[in-house]
């Protein structure tokens, strides 16, 4: 449809948005516009009645509190759009209420876990340069606490092994600076200089982790590889759960909420402080399986 275009292009290009989160506006719309039609409406005359019907069938059909929030984002974006373009006249989405966000907390799986996951992840690499390249993949996520689409999109230039950190390219295009230790450095130069000219075969490529056919890997080639050796190891795990665990670990390890912000790439504090409550339920765990009275 011509306005949904017209709305994708003017958030990449007024608003600086990645690709990728376009193309999750550019879903969500499909699918608003479906029940919209299905009402017999359309992107110029629905109204807030709409959006509350639109949400709850999102209820009924058991998405998460974070999903909606997504949508009910998409849907107020699409309206200041047509404000812009005198399309309308009249916000429906104003003062509409969202779900609160983190209904769950993240999932995080714990530090002898994360270790248990990247010994056997390791013990795949003796001469295979393609399980060696997964592995850097998980002890960067682990390391770092990357999203996949910037763990995906990191490039040879975005790595100083000298100053020990990489540059990242977030949401929103938006650049941040992210530290490495040691052992992920030492293992990221060996996959450099060792096992990524053997997947590539002398093609070129401007990809840190690319595939045998020379090209950068998908977002879904390693979802399927971190689950599948999450079933090996017994651990229910995704990328964004090692994200949650590197947050996680940090916080619990005396890290302060706002190095974390950046560090993770947050644009509002707020979204960085449910781990806060993440390891506050972790020490009443702690308590009431330790403590004699509890």
């Not at 997504?70 to 779900?99: H, M, W």
């Not at 340069?129 to 993949?137: E, I, L």
């Not at 949650?244 to 706002?258: I, K, Q």
């Amino acid at each position: 449809m011509e306005l949904i275009q017209g709305f994708l292009s003017y958030l990449t290009a007024e608003k600086g948005l990645s690709k990728n989160t376009a193309t999750s506006y550019q879903l969500d719309l499909k699918k608003f516009q479906a029940f919209l039609t299905a009402k017999n409406a359309d992107f110029l005359s629905f109204s807030k009645a709409d959006i509350v019907d639109f949400v709850q069938k999102l209820r009924d059909e058991n998405y998460s509190a974070a999903s909606i929030c997504r949508f009910i984002s998409t849907i107020r974006g699409l309206c200041k759009y047509l404000l812009v373009e005198r399309r309308i006249t009249e916000d429906p989405s104003e003062n509409l209420q969202a779900p609160k966000k983190w209904e769950r907390l993240p999932k995080a799986i714990s530090i002898e876990d994360v270790k248990r996951l990247l010994e056997a992840s390791y013990a795949d690499t003796l001469s295979k340069p393609v399980a060696n390249r997964d592995y850097v993949m998980f002890e960067l996520l682990y390391s770092s606490g990357l999203r996949v689409s910037e763990l995906i999109s990191l490039r040879l230039e975005d790595i100083s092994f000298d100053a020990g950190f990489l540059r990242v390219i977030g949401k929103g295009s938006k650049e941040r600076i992210v530290p490495l230790h040691m052992r992920a450095l030492e293992r990221l130069k060996r996959f450099i200089s060792l096992e990524r000219p053997e997947i590539l075969r002398k093609r070129n490529s401007s990809y840190l982790f690319i595939t045998r056919r020379g090209g950068p890997m998908t977002r879904q080639r390693f979802w399927q590889t971190m689950k599948k050796l999450g079933k090996r190891t017994g651990l229910d795990i995704s990328p964004h759960t090692m994200r949650h665990s590197f947050a996680t670990h940090l916080l619990e390890g005396g890290a302060d909420l706002r190095s974390l912000q950046k560090l993770l790439g947050h644009a509002d504090i707020s979204t960085t402080q449910i781990y806060t409550k993440v390891t506050t339920d972790r020490l009443k765990q702690v308590y009431s399986k330790h403590h004699p009275r509890a």
